[in-house]
């Protein structure tokens, strides 16, 4: 969608936040408040993306400008009011004949389709401002919508609603498209209310006065012009969301055994007949596969597993996991590794940087990272791969077919070929062929029993 430009307000202090990070850097499941605006504002193609920026603005610029290189940047040096936020972006929009998409950057639910049916409808019904109101039922904070015989007449904020405006129960979002006659009636605008502060909801009343055309949208969801100003507003987003997802997987065939005892991130993908048991945190940029078990306080983020695999209490950050794998109870897998199918990484063992081939097993204790593991390999209990030599880290190799014992140590950088067999106890520190036995450890000795 062309021909309009959007302005995302995100210059507030968010005092309310009790925060040194500004207000729209807080992570709603996992991703910055301002993000979730900026992707929804993103999707629908606008000519332009203004954000204005107030409070420790160079944390929020940093953040967009490495995210998308289509953003603006404007500054509001000081807080007089959200008029005063979008009359800072005239200069890079006044020459730009198209609508303006106004919203804030705490707004994280608002859907990218309601955004496009607000330009479009004041496009269609060449309005001079469509806003987009909610009805709620405790309208208290916010912006209260007054109608005259049915159509938006203005806009009064809380502090300067009378006990009649009080009573009203459709609010305003603070999202709104304007045309052209926005730079007009910002310079209308007078700090003539409690906060003294320049209100854009005043170019309601002024847009009218003008004789110009006023429209108005209710949202269907009001859950999407949720603002975000404190940390419980903040939690309570998180709910709705992972209520939402939870209802969409359980529609699609997935099991959830207590949906309350559960975090399950927005973007999670999860493949039908896979189970999901109380306490597990599911993480951003997860897809498991179909008939998975994932239980007890198990975490997963930014992996990959295939079907038919088995999860359990385990950590699993940054993996490509294959199918039939199981990976628990009290496994750390770690960013780097890759698991592939039947494979098996057991009590307390732990991964990093490694690929374990199929039908391979780190059952017990050991350590295996900066590794490639071949097939139908048995890693023994407490084997370490000895990867860093206090500057560099090496890599251990180990060919397919080869039995590894208890309590053996690689010091990389080493290969241990085909079929070989790594006696228990051993220290390894030279390169082992393919079909030999290496024994590396002291020899035992037996002294006569000393008496205490």
Not at 280 to 300: L, N, P
Not at 361 to 387: F, R
Request: proline share 2%; aromatic share 6%; charged share 25%.
């Amino acid at each position: 969608m062309k021909n309009f430009s959007a302005v995302i307000l995100a210059a507030g202090a968010g005092i309310r936040m009790k925060s040194s990070l500004p207000k729209v850097m807080h992570k709603l499941s996992g991703k910055p408040l301002v993000k979730w605006v900026v992707d929804s504002v993103s999707a629908l193609k606008p000519d332009n993306i203004v954000v204005v920026l107030g409070c420790d603005s160079e944390i929020v610029e940093k953040y967009l400008s490495g995210v998308s290189s289509n953003i603006k940047f404007v500054y509001q040096k000081e807080q007089l009011g959200t008029a005063h936020a979008v009359m800072q972006t005239e200069k890079v929009l006044k020459d730009c004949d198209s609508n303006v998409l106004v919203i804030s950057g705490d707004v994280p639910l608002v859907k990218s389709s309601t955004l496009a049916s607000l330009v479009k409808s004041n496009k269609k019904t060449v309005s001079a401002v469509t806003v987009l109101s909610a009805e709620v039922e405790n309208s208290f904070g916010y912006g209260r919508i007054v109608k005259n015989n049915g159509f938006l007449e203005k806009i009064v904020e809380e502090k300067d609603a009378s006990v009649a405006e009080k009573q009203i129960k459709e609010i305003n979002s603070g999202i709104y498209c304007f045309n052209k006659n926005l730079w007009k009636a910002l310079s209308k605008v007078k700090p003539n209310n409690a906060k003294k502060e320049y209100y854009i909801t005043d170019t309601v009343a002024i847009l009218r006065g003008f004789g110009k055309k006023i429209s108005l949208i209710v949202v269907k969801d009001k859950n999407e012009v949720k603002g975000i100003n404190n940390r419980a507003e903040l939690a309570q987003a998180e709910l709705i969301l992972k209520d939402k997802k939870v209802k969409e997987l359980l529609d699609s065939g997935i099991s959830i055994i207590d949906a309350n005892n559960v975090h399950i991130s927005y973007d999670a993908r999860i493949g039908r007949d896979t189970v999901i048991y109380p306490g597990v945190f599911i993480d951003t940029g997860v897809s498991i596969g179909r008939s998975c078990t994932v239980k007890g306080a198990s975490y997963i983020t930014n992996s990959k597993i295939g079907d038919d695999s088995i999860i359990l209490y385990s950590y699993v950050d940054g993996a490509v996991i294959g199918k039939k794998v199981k990976i628990g109870p009290f496994s750390h897998i770690r960013p780097g590794s890759i698991l592939r199918n039947n494979v098996k990484v057991g009590n307390f063992s732990e991964t990093k940087k490694a690929v374990i081939s199929k039908n391979s097993k780190v059952n017990h204790l050991s350590y295996i990272g900066d590794a490639y593991v071949g097939e139908d390999v048995n890693i023994g209990a407490g084997t370490i791969t000895c990867n860093y030599d206090g500057i560099n880290k090496h890599q251990t190799i180990i060919g397919s077919k080869s039995f590894v014992g208890s309590n053996v140590n690689f010091v990389a950088p080493v290969r241990i070929g085909q079929g070989a067999l790594i006696a228990a106890g051993s220290t390894v520190t030279c390169d082992v062929p393919s079909g030999k036995l290496a024994i590396a450890r002291a020899k035992q000795e037996l002294k006569r029993k000393i008496k205490l």
